[in-house]
């Protein structure tokens, strides 16, 4: 049974970098047809996609939510089971609780849907 | 602002029926099948139908969800009280090349 855990700092200073990793266990990230996604919610508002990364071997291809593009990177490490979340130049908006998933693909994106998620960190934007 | 417009809310008795839609539009629902999450805050999110109308294994068969062109719907029957949650429709958009949330519904069994 894979289960998905996050962590990272709870508190990040205005323009600082974001760091979140994700440990997945039960399943290897670098097998199976599988996308390893981020998402967040901000309080009162609801779920937002980050984006995903997609692993074999030591490669990654990522995709990712065009309206954070620019400020959001992510990386895997298959040896340790682990995919990470950075996101630079944060502000206020960015405070959210950020889940990360399983994400199944089909051809096209005709299905994409996550099918397991952690449950979530909370991460506060504030000097 | 979401792509993907829900009610704010929906309501009902035990036992009754409650319906949630989904309004989208060609390049998302019309394009590609609808998922659906039911959130309860605090714990994690977890999928309740996915393929438009295909539950998970372990899923209740009181959801069952459907679609027609350009929006899709989310039917909870026999409601119970650990049926409250939030419940969140989701598509991937080829227009803006990502997934995209609805406007989520609280659902308050009374």
């Known amino acids: 049974q894979v289960q998905l855990q996050e962590s990272g700092p709870g508190l990040v200073k205005p323009s600082q970098t974001l760091s979140l990793t994700c440990t997945v266990s039960g399943g290897s990230i670098s097998s199976g047809p599988y996308d390893w996604a981020w998402l967040r919610q901000s309080a009162g508002k609801g779920l937002e996609w980050i984006g995903h990364i997609y692993t074999r071997g030591d490669s990654g291809h990522t995709t990712l939510n065009p309206s954070l593009r620019g400020r959001v990177a992510m990386s895997a490490a298959p040896s340790k089971n682990v995919f990470s979340l950075t996101l630079t130049s944060v502000t206020a908006v960015d405070t959210a609780v950020y889940f990360c998933?399983?994400?199944?693909?089909?051809?096209?994106?005709?299905?994409?849907?996550?099918?397991?998620w952690g449950r979530g960190t909370a991460v506060t934007v504030s000097s | 602002q979401s792509v993907l417009t829900q009610p704010q809310s929906a309501s009902g008795t035990p036992g009754q029926r409650v319906v949630i839609s989904c309004s989208g539009g060609?390049?998302?629902?019309?394009?590609?099948?609808v998922t659906w999450y039911q959130h309860v805050p605090g714990s994690a999110p977890k999928l309740l139908i996915y393929l438009n109308n295909q539950r998970p294994s372990g899923v209740s068969d009181r959801f069952s969800g459907s679609k027609s062109g350009t929006s899709a719907s989310l039917a909870i029957s026999g409601l119970q009280s650990e049926d409250e949650a939030d419940y969140y429709c989701a598509v991937w958009d080829d227009s803006l090349d990502g997934d995209v949330f609805g406007t989520g519904t609280k659902v308050t069994v009374l």
């Open positions: 060609r390049s998302n629902i019309g394009t590609s099948t």
């Open positions: 998933a399983r994400a199944q693909r089909g051809n096209y994106y005709y299905y994409y849907y996550m099918d397991v």
